[in-house]
Every structure is written in structure tokens, then in C-alpha cells.
């Protein structure tokens, strides 16, 4: 089992929608956690970071926390088609692990 | 500022060889993180280095190495190459304090076996 847990995808988004991205972690030690936009082809983009439990807003995207429940989520609001990437997840439990990854397709 | 910058970016080995990927990270960086991109395992974590101590270490076999220079430039060895070593390999560079709140990847170095 993978320590940090997405599900693959694709899912896909109309433009103007909320795209909603989940992502579950096995190591209760994880302090930090991480969202990544890969591009196919390049390379991975940090957009947010998050500590506390709650909601942590920046711009269009909301990063959700539940350490209770060891789960991390990504709200993308208004998506655009530029959204369209594979989005991973990471936890930081002295080292960064990462999840496969989510594939957001947005479409016109 | 200048990004952080991987060579080569291509490189094709055969099998038993072995290959050394260097990394220079954004100026002012001290951290440098290292990992494998493959279509099957993901993005997993080969090390990091901060001021040319490895300060984390991932489940790699001891065939895949790395260092720091004294510059904060990183490089990455693997000795007796395998097919399955065939991956994208990213090198990540950290700001001082700042830990991976402020990670910026390379472009990677593509990495062929035969």
C-alpha cells in the first residue's frame, strides 16, 4: 500500500466547474502537505501547502485538511481548460512521499 | 533568478553501465532533493542534501548515490544500470528555512537503458 493515496483519474471537469481532488495518507507522523500541478511533459508545480486542519484558500484553489481523518483534498474553483494536468498530492513525514497523481481533463 | 538546471537532459546507457546526473540549484538554495518519475511507481523520493550532508534517504538499493559540493551543485550515480532504472529523474531545490514550502523542480533528465 502507498502511503500517500490518490485516485488516478481522469476526472473530468466542464469549464466553470469546481474540481474536487482527493488524497488519503497512511503516516499519522506527516506535518505538512503538498499539491503539485504536472503539466505532461514538465515538471511538477508547487500551488499550495497546507499545516493546520481546515481550509486554506489561494486565489481559485482551497486546500482542505483532516488529520483525523488523514485526509488532504483540493478544491479548484472556476476551472479553466489551463487547469487541465495532473495534480499529486505530497506528505512530508521528514521526507516528501507522494501520491500517482490525479489527471484533471477540463472541458470546454 | 535563474531556475534550477539539470544536465544532460537526455542521456541513453546500456544495462551494467553506470551514470552520474547533476543538478545546480537556484541560487541562494542549500537544499537539493533528488527523485525517479516512472509511469508505474510515480514520483518517489531518492535523497536530499543540505549543505553536502544527505539529511534523508528513500528505499532506493545502494546503487543509486549522490553528493553535494561545497557550492550547494548536486550529483546523482547509479552504478550498474537496470532496465527498470529507466525513469525521468527531478531534482528539487529548497530555499534556506523554508523547507519544501518553496521546492521548485528542474526539467529533469531523462534517463534510457538498453
Known amino acids: 500500500q502507498k502511503e500517500v493515496e490518490q485516485n488516478s483519474g481522469p476526472l473530468s471537469v466542464p469549464e466553470g466547474a469546481i474540481a474536487s481532488l482527493n488524497c488519503t495518507y497512511s503516516?499519522?507522523?506527516?506535518?505538512?502537505f503538498f499539491w503539485y500541478r504536472q503539466y505532461s511533459g514538465k515538471s511538477p508545480e508547487l500551488i499550495m501547502f497546507?499545516?493546520?486542519?481546515g481550509d486554506k484558500e489561494d486565489g481559485r484553489f482551497t486546500a482542505q485538511l483532516n488529520k483525523a481523518s488523514q485526509y488532504v483534498s483540493l478544491l479548484i474553483r472556476d476551472s479553466q481548460p489551463s487547469d487541465s494536468a495532473t495534480y499529486l498530492c505530497?506528505?512530508?513525514?521528514?521526507?516528501?512521499?507522494f501520491g500517482a497523481g490525479t489527471q484533471v481533463v477540463v472541458t470546454p | 533568478k535563474a531556475g534550477v538546471t539539470q544536465t544532460p537532459r537526455y542521456l541513453i546507457k546500456t544495462r551494467g553501465q553506470q551514470v552520474t546526473l547533476s543538478c545546480s540549484p537556484i541560487?541562494?538554495?542549500?537544499?537539493v532533493s533528488w527523485y525517479q518519475q516512472t509511469p508505474g511507481q510515480g514520483l518517489q523520493f531518492l535523497f536530499e542534501?543540505?549543505?553536502?550532508?544527505?539529511?534523508n534517504k528513500g528505499n532506493f538499493p545502494g546503487r543509486f548515490s549522490g553528493r553535494q559540493f561545497s557550492n550547494s551543485r548536486s550529483e546523482m550515480n547509479v552504478s550498474t544500470l537496470e532496465l527498470g532504472d529507466s525513469a525521468l529523474y527531478l531534482c528539487?531545490?529548497?530555499?534556506?528555512?523554508?523547507?519544501?514550502?518553496?521546492?521548485?523542480f528542474g526539467p529533469g533528465t531523462r534517463l534510457t537503458v538498453l
Open positions: 528539487a531545490s529548497s530555499g534556506p528555512g523554508l523547507g519544501y514550502n518553496e521546492q521548485f
Open positions: 503516516d499519522r507522523g506527516s506535518q505538512s
Open positions: 497546507i499545516y493546520s486542519n
Open positions: 505530497a506528505a512530508e513525514g521528514g521526507k516528501l512521499q
Open positions: 541560487s541562494g538554495h542549500r537544499s
Open positions: 542534501y543540505f549543505s553536502e550532508t544527505q539529511r
